[in-house]
């Protein structure tokens, strides 16, 4: 059963703003991971974030975790004509299985030039 | 690239046909995966092999069988596929199958079955 579930589910900006995508889970969890996938391609795995965790940086991405509304958001600052790309996030449920990640639909991002 | 390579990158095939997936992993990882995306729905995990056994199989139809040889490759054989078995299918590796291991995709197979 779908696990995550990202929003907006598209979204398009202008090159150097920023880029906020939401992710909404239903049960308790170990860690979330987020995932980049450019059109048809493999994905990417951009950060993971801990449960006991609440927010994590890399680069020009921002990671928040609130366990407390089984929410995460994903920040991307600055944003480039390079960042266009479908964005998941992903669960490692703590009841189930360890390797098992759960994807959600993800966030389509389009960065205009 | 991630390290893991996928071939053939895309394939057409009937659905008398029979055909195989092949993954690829140069990063030393003990488990690998096969994951399927269709249009508009979650990524599906398929199957999961730690140690070259297999460890999950996730209500797969037998049309579709996998394959891990050794921990350096794993293949997806097809025979009697349907059309909506049409997809992107994502091999993936990790370390190994215990918690918080980042998962490692290959660039998939988009598959078409006529």
């Known amino acids: 059963s779908q696990q995550g579930e990202e929003d907006p589910q598209a979204l398009s900006i202008q090159e150097g703003e920023n880029a906020t995508m939401n992710c909404s889970y239903k049960?308790?969890?170990?860690?979330l991971q987020w995932y980049r996938q450019n059109s048809g391609r493999g994905l990417v795995h951009l950060i993971l974030?801990?449960?006991?965790?609440r927010e994590k940086h890399s680069g020009r991405l921002r990671v928040t975790l609130d366990t407390s509304k089984k929410s995460s958001s994903l920040l991307i600052t600055a944003s480039r004509a390079a960042d266009t790309a479908s964005y998941f996030c992903?669960?490692?449920?703590?009841?189930?299985?360890?390797?098992?990640?759960?994807f959600g639909k993800g966030t389509l991002l389009t960065v205009n030039p | 690239e991630t390290g893991v390579t996928q071939t053939p990158r895309h394939l057409v095939m009937g659905m008398t046909n029979k055909k195989s997936l092949k993954c690829e992993q140069h990063?030393?990882?003990?488990?690998m995966y096969w994951y399927k995306q269709s249009a508009k729905k979650p990524l599906e995990l398929m199957f999961v092999?730690?140690?070259?056994?297999?460890?999950e199989n996730n209500s797969v139809p037998s049309r579709f069988s996998p394959e891990c040889p050794n921990s350096s490759h794993l293949f997806l054989h097809l025979h009697t596929l349907q059309p909506e078995d049409s997809a992107l299918y994502l091999c993936?590796?990790?370390?190994?199958?215990?918690?918080?291991?980042?998962?490692?995709f290959g660039p998939g197979t988009r598959l078409t079955v006529l």
């Open positions: 993936a590796s990790s370390q190994d199958t215990s918690l918080g291991y980042t998962q490692y």
């Open positions: 049960t308790s969890i170990n860690n």
């Open positions: 974030i801990r449960s006991n965790e």
């Open positions: 992903a669960t490692e449920d703590s009841g189930g299985s360890n390797y098992k990640l759960t």
């Open positions: 990063l030393g990882h003990n488990a």
């Open positions: 092999y730690s140690l070259e056994e297999r460890v």
